[in-house]
């Protein structure tokens, strides 16, 4: 079965801590994955994409093939990191979005 | 800095009305997707079309929703008869040709009283 999990509903944290949210899926063949960033009433935002390697605002992500995961870090979270996070899979181009539930995470001064 | 479009942004109606949401994906994209958004059920894709043809709804309530692309610069989703179940924030989303990501537009809010 296709599926994203993303085991936390809420993480709540302190400004200046290390944040990880979580996301493990369930894809047989080699999907590409993503973190999307949804700000308080607002649209749903792209914020990495696995096959970038990149770092955006501060986070990362990394596949891990093996754990099926591809868990999302930042070193010291930011008040302004507060948000809704969805990990989502994609199995080929052109094709529909397999979204987790999403996590909360809240920064705390 | 494109952006997907969509109109309305909020929508208030009384139940058995009709009510149509319109979008505009990225000039170029191919892809389009209609999601709903509830607190219950998070995000659900409810129907997507490729150059216009449309290549999945199974997500859609078919006695009530419709989705069409009438040409490749708006996409639609209409209720009717609308019910207060339907309250939720519908987002359309496009996607460029050949790559997997989608890009989202603002949502359209829709109160069902």
């Known amino acids: 079965a296709q599926r994203v999990t993303q085991p936390e509903k809420l993480l709540s944290v302190f400004k200046g801590a290390p944040v990880e949210l979580k996301c493990n899926y369930s894809?047989?063949?080699?999907?590409?994955l993503f973190w999307y960033v949804q700000y308080s009433r607002q649209r749903l935002q792209l914020l990495l994409r696995h096959i970038s390697r990149e770092s955006i605002k501060g986070f990362t992500a990394d596949l891990n093939k093996g754990e099926t995961s591809f868990h999302l870090k930042k070193p010291f979270a930011q008040e302004e990191d507060s948000a809704m996070y969805y990990c989502?899979?994609?199995?080929?181009?052109?094709?529909?979005?397999?979204f987790g539930q999403g996590t909360e995470l809240s920064v705390k001064p | 800095d494109a952006r997907v479009t969509q109109t309305p942004r909020h929508k208030v109606t009384e139940m058995g009305q009709e009510v149509t949401m319109r979008c505009q994906p990225i000039?170029?994209?191919?892809?389009v997707f209609w999601y709903r958004q509830t607190m219950m059920q998070g995000l659900e894709l409810l129907a997507y079309?490729?150059?216009?043809?449309?290549?999945?709804d199974s997500g859609m309530p078919k006695d009530r929703f419709s989705a069409e692309m009438p040409d490749a610069t708006l996409a639609t989703l209409k209720i009717q008869p609308s019910e207060p179940r339907d309250s939720a924030v519908y987002f359309c989303?496009?996607?460029?040709?050949?790559?997997?990501?989608?890009?989202f537009g603002p949502g359209t809010r829709l109160t069902v009283t």
């Open positions: 079309f490729r150059n216009r043809a449309p290549l999945d």
């Open positions: 894809y047989s063949g080699s999907p590409e």
């Open positions: 989303a496009s996607g460029p040709r050949g790559r997997y990501e989608q890009y």
């Open positions: 989502a899979l994609s199995g080929y181009t052109g094709g529909k979005l397999i």
């Open positions: 000039l170029g994209h191919n892809t």
